[in-house]
């Protein structure tokens, strides 16, 4: 079969092929790159990248949003907590070892959820990004957090961080992983071995992690 590809060019000094989660095939390359040299990285990696848009799990259709109803389980931080409806008026989503919402808000429900995932993430986020960078020894510019369509997180030509707000449901190893993840590359632009060792001295068992997140990355999307 054909192999559809698109083309960013950047800054960047490298050449770097990539699967999105939505099956896309993108190609992040210097600008000036040939396109005869950018067709001959892509077709060195066909088996590779054909490998990759055969994955079950990683490629599935996003889940369908649950109907929430009383009793629904949510994921946050890795655990299951109960959704409740309560009698008492009150316009804020309650956490106290489960979600608590007014009945008369039951039709905001949705919305007031997501903006409890994220300002959550937002306070839980940034705070691991700058501990880690301190200890990678790298510099980046803004945090930011985001509804990413199809990735958990990003690192920009510009040094900007880009983190997926539905991360905040995975356990805090995930989320570290992902972290870790984005700011070494900042030291190193390409998935090398260079690149997993700088990982593994920061998350000797970044594995396990990144392992949960191919499995069960799907039960963020909910």
């Given amino acids: 079969m054909n192999l559809e590809y698109s083309i960013i060019y950047s800054a960047r000094k490298t050449l770097q092929i990539s699967v999105e989660r939505d099956r896309s095939v993108i190609v992040r390359a210097p ?8 067709e001959e990285a892509v077709e060195s990696k066909k088996l590779w990248l054909y ?20 009793g629904t389980s949510l994921l946050y931080l890795g655990k299951e907590y109960k959704l409740d409806f309560v009698g008492d008026v ?15 808000f039951k039709p905001l429900a949705a919305q007031m959820l997501k903006d409890w995932f994220m300002d959550s993430a937002k306070r839980i986020i940034p705070p691991k990004v700058k501990t880690f960078a301190r200890q990678l020894g790298v ?3 803004q945090i ?13 030509p510009k040094n900007n961080l880009n983190f997926n707000w539905r991360l905040v449901k995975a356990p805090m190893n995930v989320i570290e992983y992902v972290i870790v993840h984005e700011l070494t590359h ?3 632009p390409n998935h ?7 990982i593994k001295t920061q998350l000797p068992h970044y594995s396990k992690a990144k ?9 963020l999307e909910e």
């Fill in 51 to 70: 490998e990759k848009l055969k994955h079950p799990q990683k490629y599935r259709e996003v889940a369908l949003s649950k109907e929430l109803v009383p």
């Fill in 144 to 156: 930011l957090i985001s509804d990413l369509k199809y990735r958990w997180g990003s690192c920009t």
């Fill in 192 to 198: 090398t071995r260079r690149f997993w060792g700088i």
């Fill in 186 to 188: 900042l030291l190193e």
């Fill in 211 to 219: 392992e949960w997140l191919k499995e069960h990355g799907g039960l």
């Fill in 139 to 141: 510099e980046h510019n």
């Fill in 90 to 104: 009150f316009d804020v989503v309650i956490f106290e070892s489960k979600f608590l919402i007014s009945r008369s």
């Fill in 31 to 38: 600008e000036g790159t040939p396109h005869e040299k950018i």
